[in-house]
């Protein structure tokens, strides 16, 4: 019965801003590290953000400060704000859940930066 449901994907135009949501279930949230990881058409699933229990942040190269990863433990969930859209940050995203030797994926949301 664990489920992590990402939210929040959509079309934006160049620019603009989206945040995803992950809402965990099933698990104890607060003992999780939570990532977000994305792949694009033809390409790798890749790395974006994670974030530790103790709320530690890691981000990819290519979206720290534009991107900001965080979570709110009281609601069991994960965000993506995602500034500055490029066209080359359009990819399914996934939300991802670690704790020790336990890991679970979200089912995805679809983000396409467009005009």
């Known amino acids: 019965q664990v489920q992590l449901v990402e939210s929040g994907g959509g079309l934006v135009q160049p620019g603009g801003s989206l945040r995803l949501s992950c809402a965990a279930s099933?698990?104890?949230?607060?003992?999780?590290?939570m990532g977000w990881y994305r792949q694009a058409p033809g390409k790798q699933r890749e790395l974006v953000a994670t974030i530790t229990s103790d709320r530690t942040t890691n981000y990819a190269d290519s979206v720290r400060s534009p991107f900001t990863i965080s979570r709110d433990n009281a609601k069991n969930t994960v965000y993506l704000q995602m500034n500055s859209l490029k066209p080359e940050d359009t990819a399914v995203y996934y939300c991802?859940?670690?704790?020790?030797?336990?890991?679970?994926w979200g089912q995805g949301t679809q983000v396409t930066v467009s005009s």
């Open positions: 099933g698990i104890i949230f607060s003992r999780y590290g």
């Open positions: 991802n859940a670690r704790y020790r030797g336990l890991g679970y």
